[in-house]
């Protein structure tokens, strides 16, 4: 059982390691790397709540509460944007089904735009940039929609 294990667990951590693209600052690389795979998660798996938690306090305040009036599932359905069958759209946060991390960019201010390929369940598919931003030793994503 032992040997039908180890190998096992070898592909299984070699299919999660896919390499990302990362530019910037390499003092802050596997932390970033590391809190945008777990926003890659949670969006996969569709945990609202716990999404909300990591988004950039002050851009949830006024994206959330002052221009949608706290309309949650607005302000989420309109978080991932990007161009779809031709044309700029967003994919409501609900229907995304499989993330791919693609690349990671260092900007300043402690900033880096984040691309994520998403698709929804009947396989369209968007390339979107999100930021993520470190305040302190946080980070918080935001995004230029909302």
Request: proline share 2%.
């Amino acid at each position: 059982m032992k040997y039908f294990l180890i190998p096992l667990c070898a592909i299984f951590m070699l299919s999660c390691s896919s390499s990302v693209s990362y530019k910037g600052n390499d003092d802050d690389k596997a932390e970033v790397i590391k809190f945008s795979r777990h926003i890659q998660r949670i969006m996969t798996i569709g945990e609202e709540a716990h999404f909300l938690k990591h988004v950039k306090p002050e851009y949830l305040n006024e994206q959330l509460t002052t221009n949608l009036g706290g309309d949650t599932t607005k302000f989420l359905n309109e978080f991932f944007c990007g161009k779809m069958n031709e044309k700029q759209s967003c994919m409501p946060f609900q229907e995304i089904m499989k993330v791919k991390l693609l690349e990671i960019n260092g900007q300043k201010n402690n900033t880096f735009s984040v691309k994520y390929q998403i698709e929804n369940k009947v396989k369209e598919s968007m390339v979107t940039e999100v930021y993520i931003s470190k305040k302190e030793e946080t980070f918080f994503i935001y995004s230029a929609v909302g």
